[in-house]
């Protein structure tokens, strides 16, 4: 069975220029998660989808990040513009579904690494 | 919100040894994970484990829910196992999103 899938896997920017990440999950995966890690940190939560619609993006700068997910598969993530801030790793996770119990377990992509210079 | 607590914030070993990480939360949960992230920034998933024990190989977790806490054990240490460890748990009281919460992390290195 396939993983989940993240492209690029490293990316630099300059701040102020956007950059948009891709994320394919494991086939017949409701749930998807971007998470943001930050060096020396855990991953936090930064958006939840269950098929097509959000879930939870209360952790979401929506003033330059936004999510889609739009035909309940796969998903991008973008920032627009980015700051020095934003550096970080961005990981993408899937689950079956997003409830309780073992249909909740997560399964994480290798990760995009972005610079902002 | 829940805290979540790992300890020991770092860790080293010699190979061959044996070694036991620890996750305290602070209130009920409903899901509880473990991961291994190793140096190249990929988590994989060692146990999903809201109660009880599983064992996979050299790795078993413990997880006693009724007194907030879960262990994992790592015997007979390979350099491999280096990387970071973190428990993430989805609050039993919540907003209804489950989502997870990351831990602290452990910084495990084992020495050839």
């Known amino acids: 069975e396939a993983g989940v899938a993240q492209s690029p896997r490293y990316k630099i920017i300059e701040k102020r220029q956007s950059v948009a990440f891709w994320c394919n999950p494991i086939?017949?995966?409701?749930?998807l998660y971007w998470y943001q890690q930050i060096l020396g940190q855990g991953p936090k939560l930064l958006i939840q989808?269950?098929?097509?619609?959000?879930?939870?993006d209360s952790q979401l700068p929506k003033d330059r990040f936004s999510a889609e997910r739009l035909k309940g598969v796969d998903s991008t993530l973008k920032i627009q513009p980015a700051k020095l801030e934003d550096s970080a790793v961005y990981l993408c996770?899937?689950?079956?579904?997003?409830?309780?119990?073992?249909?909740?377990?997560?399964?994480f992509g290798p990760g995009t690494r972005l610079t902002v210079l | 919100g829940i805290q979540v607590e790992q300890s020991p914030p770092d860790l080293i070993l010699q190979e061959g040894a044996n070694s036991t990480l620890r996750c305290n939360f602070s209130?009920?949960?409903?899901?509880l994970q473990w991961f291994h992230q190793n140096p190249w920034g990929q988590l994989i998933n060692l146990f999903y484990?809201?109660?009880g024990t599983k064992q996979n190989g050299r790795l078993s977790a413990t997880t006693v829910a009724t007194e907030r806490y879960s262990l994992l054990y790592i015997s007979s240490s390979q350099t491999t196992d280096s990387g970071v460890y973190f428990c993430?748990?989805?609050?039993?009281?919540?907003?209804?999103?489950?989502?997870?919460?990351f831990g602290t992390g452990t910084r495990l290195k084992v020495l050839a």
């Open positions: 996770a899937s689950s079956f579904s997003g409830g309780r119990g073992s249909y909740n377990e997560q399964f």
């Open positions: 086939s017949g995966h409701a749930t």
């Open positions: 989808f269950q098929n097509n619609g959000v879930v939870d």
């Open positions: 209130d009920s949960v409903n899901n």
């Open positions: 484990i809201p109660s």
């Open positions: 993430a748990v989805v609050p039993r009281e919540g907003s209804g999103t489950y989502k997870y919460i």
